[in-house]
């Protein structure tokens, strides 16, 4: 489909506008621009701003616009940019802003049920012996009961083999697939790339395109020697459509792998730290993937020279950091009615004097119920560079995602200076951040965070169990906020 630009957005002026707001809008506009920059086959930012003049001041032309609109609007998304400032200064030296992007599917849609492809790759080595897989075994239970008969579903377990415990099939003999996964028994180590081959190769037995595609991993260990295997494996799939899910159980497992591997789907990954809790995280997670909006959305890189992104972090409908390496940003799916939100920290060059810019955010994903691929979504958020800038508070929304952001990424910082053997660093650090933890009310957080510091002193690193409640426990204050909770 063509690219339609939203021209009632360029002009900043309401659809139901008379041409007389429409002239003096466009005139506005244009005072903004030096006259240096009005040369339209040089100025891509004001030929947009012209073409729109012109054909919503034309009543012809702007009929016909409006036909094509409608249109391309059926399919739209609600798309809310806001921008921690919209005034910078005309400085020599870079200059930071937060972006948050909060997208939301159509009020009159509920998004479209597809077929469940779901696969479960079920980490069965020595470690997962006793309570563990018990719990597994009883969450799996819980999964059958869940899908419908339409859903396919398929179960592997690995250690360093892979084991196909039932196909992907429709669920119509619930009871030999709960015979075959009480037969699981734990031996061996720990090879993931057996279990995520395994299981993709399950899931592209039936049309992807006709389902949604979700891979669950469930692990305790950390994999050994196949890494890279594992982390290309999961680029290409995600470039088929399956979306992943990795769970840890435990604390003897590497959290910023299964972090990187759920990173080209814009999937989860997730701290489990009882056994007794694998039943409640994975019946959160299916209930998620019923029905789906919008599949495979990614934000495109196509920034103007004078910004870049410093730092991306999703915040809805579950708090993970965003891989920005690569052309596009992956950000998953949007479910049903839920909303997706996600935070970026722009970095803007020097700005030697006074002008206009924009920064565009170009989304794209696949529409499901209108059968379309690649869909594109543009918006975008206009800056002043001038010489003297208005005080202004930062919208409360973006103060308060930033200050949860800052006490997890104070966190990993930690883990950073633990690492580099700058313990004294490290030590200063967590104690800023468990006065950070008490001033938002987190006390058991805080304690952990006490706790490590007198790790770092005494035995120069921190608990396994300790860096993953830290951090996953700071990630989930994320998207804890008053503005994260409202639907409206």
């Keep these: 489909m063509s690219k339609i630009f939203d021209y009632y957005a360029i002009l900043g002026v309401d659809p139901q506008s008379d041409t007389a707001a429409i002239r003096i809008a466009f005139e506005t506009l244009q005072k903004s621009f030096a006259p240096a920059e009005r040369n339209p086959a040089r100025n891509s930012e004001y030929q947009r701003v012209l073409n729109a003049y012109e054909v919503l001041s034309d009543p012809s032309r702007r009929a016909t616009y409006d036909s094509l609109l409608v249109e391309t609007t059926m399919v739209d998304l609600d798309i809310r940019c806001t921008v921690s400032r919209d005034q910078i200064e005309v400085s020599e030296a870079d200059q930071r802003l937060y972006l948050l992007v909060d997208v ?36 799996v239970e819980m999964v059958l009961e869940k899908l419908t008969a339409s859903d396919m579903l398929s179960i592997i377990t690995f250690s360093d083999r892979a084991e196909t415990v039932s196909p992907a099939e429709p669920l119509r003999n619930k009871s030999t697939i709960l015979s075959r996964l009480h037969a699981i028994e734990a031996s061996g180590g720990t090879e993931i790339y057996q279990g995520l081959h395994a299981g993709v190769k399950e899931m592209s037995q039936v049309p992807l395109r006709q389902h949604i595609n ?40 590497n959290d910023q792998f299964l972090d990187k591997l759920v990173a080209p789907s814009g999937g989860q990954s997730g701290f ?9 995280r994975l019946q959160e997670k299916i209930n998620g993937l019923g029905t789906i909006y919008a599949q495979n959305m990614r934000l495109l890189c196509d920034f103007p020279e004078f910004m870049s992104v410093a730092y991306g972090f999703k915040i809805l409908p579950f708090a993970q950091p965003l891989a920005l390496s690569g052309r596009d940003i992956r950000l998953g799916n949007v479910e049903g009615r839920s909303r997706l939100a996600f935070l970026l920290e722009i970095n803007v060059v020097p700005q030697p004097g006074e002008r206009r810019l924009n920064i565009p955010i170009n989304l794209v994903a696949d529409i499901p119920a209108r059968q379309m691929q690649s869909q594109t979504f543009n918006n975008s958020v206009r800056l002043q560079v001038l010489k003297e800038t208005q005080k202004t508070i930062p919208p409360e929304e973006i103060v308060e995602a930033v200050r949860m952001l800052n006490m997890y990424r104070m966190n990993e910082r930690v883990w950073e200076d633990v ?53 996953f426990g700071t990630r989930a204050l994320i998207n804890r906020t008053t503005y994260f909770d409202d639907d409206d």
């Design 419 to 471: 690492e580099a053997g700058e313990l004294t660093t490290a030590v200063q650090r967590m104690r800023h951040l468990t006065t950070r933890l008490l001033e938002a009310g987190e006390a058991q957080l805080a304690h952990q965070a006490n706790m490590e510091i007198e790790r770092i002193s005494s035995a120069g690193t921190m608990s396994l169990d300790g860096r993953k409640k830290l951090k």
């Design 104 to 139: 939301r599917p159509p009020k009159q849609s509920a998004g479209q049920q597809l077929p469940l492809n779901l696969c479960l790759v079920i980490d069965r080595s020595t470690s997962m012996q006793g309570r563990r897989l018990d719990a597994v075994k009883a969450a």
């Design 214 to 253: 979700h891979l669950i991993l469930l692990t305790d260990g950390h994999t050994y020697g196949d890494d890279k295997e594992c982390l290309t494996l999961a680029t290409n799939v995600a470039a088929e459509g399956i979306n992943m899910t990795a769970f840890g159980i435990g604390s003897d497992w």
């Design 272 to 280: 489990i730290e009882q056994p007794a809790s694998v039943v409640q």
